[in-house]
């Protein structure tokens, strides 16, 4: 049972110290490391303001911009997917699991085939589009699943892979009709790009996650009274369908903010979450804010071994959270399959 008890400030406090803490080496180490050599010495004096040229835009161009991106997507898709399992009571939710990574990336395309650019305007437009993608998708997956007494795994499973499937069908007729010289910019960003974005796509990225953060963030209690049941949780004061569609929005704009511009990445929500609640227990006022740098910092070191295992060359980041993801969903999906209870 989850306790919703007092939560010690100075433990959470510790928690998010050490965590930034590996955000912090994972940055720099980011910064240090690519397949352009710029030494430490000459980053460092890029950083101060004291060389210019070629290093300069290598490092302030190219790198930061990307470890910013990477810092707001990998804890954008944890806190998702930390709040889809909050909700859902299942350890297997997540945004790619269920669908609504594919419903965004289709949003996307389509906003993509009208001619959407990368001003502010236009990347509101873009994550608009994904958003409703997203919500589409949660809600037909809801809509299968759903049977009276909850969301069985196997069937939320299910659900969650049919309305993939119908999206990625989706995006692949539109994709068919694209001219050839745009394919191959649609396919890299299919596989997840956190290639540089431009300043103002940066801020709107921003802004929606930390939006779509406060709406998950800030139930947090709340969903550790309806891990007790919805009807302990209205009996608690808590109005368990208004929470659930806070819960559902903030999880959408997270997931379709991370899409829009960088993305379908999966299984990072996956991973961060339940590891975080295997090492510190089911308290989402704990697993939830940890889960925002905790997911920040594993997408950047994902992306940093993308970037240098073949280097000059570089892999998707998507390739490798897979390649992390699948032997993790099939212990859980083995686990619970043992254990029901988990």
Same mark, same amino acid.
């Given at each position: 049972?989850?306790?919703?008890?007092?939560?010690?400030?100075?433990?959470?406090?510790?928690?998010?110290?050490?965590?930034g803490?590996?955000?912090?080496?994972?940055?720099?180490?980011?910064?240090?490391?690519?397949?352009?050599?710029?030494?430490?010495?000459?980053?460092?004096?890029?950083?101060?303001?004291?060389?210019?040229?070629?290093?300069?835009?290598?490092?302030?161009?190219?790198?930061?911009?990307?470890?910013?991106?990477?810092?707001l997507?990998?804890?954008?898709?944890?806190?998702a997917?930390?709040?889809?399992?909050?909700?859902? /009571?299942?350890?297997?939710?997540?945004?790619?699991?269920?669908?609504?990574?594919?419903?965004?990336?289709?949003?996307?395309?389509v906003?993509?085939?009208?001619?959407?650019?990368?001003?502010?305007?236009?990347?509101?437009?873009?994550?608009?589009?994904?958003f409703?993608?997203?919500?589409?998708?949660?809600?037909?997956?809801?809509?299968?699943?759903?049977?009276?007494?909850?969301?069985?795994?196997?069937?939320?499973?299910?659900?969650?892979?049919?309305?993939?499937? %119908?999206?990625?069908?989706?995006?692949?007729?539109?994709?068919?009709?694209?001219?050839?010289?745009?394919?191959?910019?649609?396919?890299?960003?299919?596989?997840?790009?956190?290639?540089?974005?431009?300043?103002?796509?940066?801020a709107? %990225?921003?802004?929606?996650?930390?939006?779509?953060?406060?709406?998950?963030?800030?139930?947090?209690?709340?969903?550790?009274?309806?891990?007790?049941?919805?009807?302990?949780?209205?009996?608690?004061?808590?109005?368990?369908?208004?929470?659930? /569609?806070?819960?559902?929005?903030? $999880? $959408?704009?997270?997931?379709?903010?991370?899409?829009?511009?960088?993305?379908?990445?999966?299984?990072?929500?996956?991973?961060?979450?339940?590891?975080?609640?295997?090492?510190?227990?089911?308290?989402?006022?704990?697993?939830?804010?940890?889960?925002?740098?905790?997911?920040?910092?594993?997408?950047?070191?994902?992306?940093?071994?993308? /970037?240098?295992?073949?280097?000059?060359a570089?892999l998707?980041?998507?390739?490798?959270?897979?390649?992390?993801?699948?032997? %993790?969903?099939?212990?859980?999906?083995?686990? /619970?399959?043992?254990?029901?209870?988990?």
């Open positions: 049972m989850t306790r919703s008890g007092p939560v010690s400030g100075a433990r959470l406090a510790l928690l998010l110290s050490g965590l803490l590996l955000v912090a080496l994972a940055a720099l180490g980011a910064l240090f490391l690519g397949s352009a050599r710029v030494p430490p010495a000459d980053v460092l004096a890029v950083l101060s303001g004291r060389m210019k040229g070629v290093d300069q835009v290598v490092v302030l161009s190219l790198r930061l911009p990307r470890i910013l991106a990477a810092l997507c990998g804890g954008a898709l944890a806190v997917g930390a709040g889809f399992q909050a909700l859902t /009571r299942n350890p297997l939710a997540e945004p790619s699991v269920l669908g609504v990574s594919s419903g965004a990336a289709f949003g996307v395309i906003a993509q085939v009208f001619g959407l650019g990368t001003g502010i305007v236009e990347a509101l437009g873009l994550a608009a589009c994904a409703a993608g997203a919500l589409v998708a949660g809600a037909a997956v809801y809509l299968i699943a759903s049977r009276a007494g909850g969301l069985p795994v196997h069937t939320l499973l299910l659900s969650g892979v049919i309305v993939g499937i %119908f999206f990625s069908s989706a995006i692949t007729v539109v994709v068919s009709v694209l001219d050839f010289d745009r394919l191959g910019g649609v396919v890299h960003w299919l596989l997840g790009n956190l290639g540089p974005i431009a300043p103002g796509s940066l709107v %990225f921003t802004a929606l996650t930390a939006l779509g953060g406060w709406l998950v963030i800030g139930a947090a209690r709340r969903l550790n009274l309806l891990a007790l049941g919805e009807e302990s949780a209205q009996q608690l004061g808590v109005d368990a369908e208004g929470l659930k /569609r806070r819960i559902f929005a903030g $999880a $959408a704009l997270l997931t379709s903010a991370a899409v829009a511009f960088v993305g379908p990445i999966g299984f990072v929500g996956l991973i961060v979450p339940q590891s975080l609640r295997l090492l510190l227990g089911p308290d989402n006022r704990v697993v939830i804010p940890a889960a925002l740098l905790g997911g920040g910092a594993f997408l950047l070191l994902a992306d940093t071994i993308a /970037r240098n295992v073949i280097a000059p570089e998707s980041v998507g390739v490798i959270t897979a390649f992390c993801g699948t032997p %993790f969903f099939i212990y859980l999906l083995r686990s /619970r399959a043992a254990d029901p209870r988990l």
